[in-house]
């Protein structure tokens, strides 16, 4: 499979613990990117990376959140004293560049509910 | 603020016929424009994209037109097939930044 992969893809958890999700984007991309999905709305920028340099960073990105990626290769997204307005999808793309804009391609998710 | 609109929560058309999405963007700095497709429990996947030094692209049944004066961009699909059915994102970019900005979606049923 060479596709982007995300693990889990589901996660429950209590208010207040930490969790850390995990994207192995497709091999040969330099990008990744994460992104959140609540109910009725589309995907909303959080961080990207290129290698392992975090060049951007949301407003969205609260200091309980902090991605990682540490061989340029896959990364980590991890929400500390989660929170009930955390749960969403969480998503994770890769994209090759710069060759031109190239579009990005997703993961299935991380769906984290916090309970 | 919401610089991608999707005003239209969901379309039903029949199969065969014309499936018309809209998208109307406020950020005159974007320069590129993707519809992404998105199946429940799966991540959205890239369909078709524009520049804006064009004004339609095709690819198959899927086509994007794009109206940079008025903002806005439509994705037809013809002939609507049944597994066309999902929820259609509209997605833009400003220059060399790399997030994508997404409206709030379009779900198209196509039925029988």
């Known amino acids: 499979d060479t596709g982007v992969s995300q693990d889990p893809r589901h996660k429950i958890t209590k208010r207040g613990q930490n969790v850390t999700f995990r994207c192995d984007p497709i091999?040969?991309?330099?990008?990744l990117y994460w992104y959140r999905q609540t109910l009725g709305q589309g995907p909303e920028f959080l961080t990207y990376?290129?290698?392992?340099?975090?060049?951007?960073k949301s407003r969205l990105l609260s200091d309980r959140f902090s991605a990682e990626r540490p061989k340029g290769s896959f990364s980590t997204l991890e929400i500390q004293r989660t929170e009930q307005g955390d749960s969403a999808m969480y998503l994770c793309?890769?994209?090759?560049?710069?060759?031109?804009?190239?579009?990005?391609?997703f993961g299935q998710g991380t769906r984290l509910t916090v309970v | 603020d919401q610089q991608v609109k999707q005003n239209s929560p969901s379309l039903s058309v029949q199969e065969g016929r014309i499936s018309i999405l809209n998208c109307d963007y406020t950020n005159s700095m974007f320069d590129y424009f993707l519809w992404y497709k998105k199946y429940p429990a799966e991540g959205p996947t890239f369909l078709i994209s524009i520049s804006s030094i064009k004004d339609k692209n095709e690819d198959g049944r899927f086509t994007v037109f794009l109206n940079k004066s008025a903002k806005h961009l439509s994705l037809h699909i013809v002939p609507s097939q049944p597994g066309d059915s999902a929820v259609y994102f509209c997605?833009?970019?400003?220059?060399?930044?790399?997030?994508?900005?997404f409206g709030t979606g379009t779900r198209l049923q196509v039925t029988l």
């Open positions: 091999s040969e991309h330099n990008r």
């Open positions: 793309a890769s994209s090759l560049a710069p060759q031109g804009f190239i579009e990005a391609f």
């Open positions: 997605a833009a970019s400003a220059g060399t930044a790399s997030k994508l900005t």
């Open positions: 990376f290129q290698n392992e340099a975090q060049l951007e």
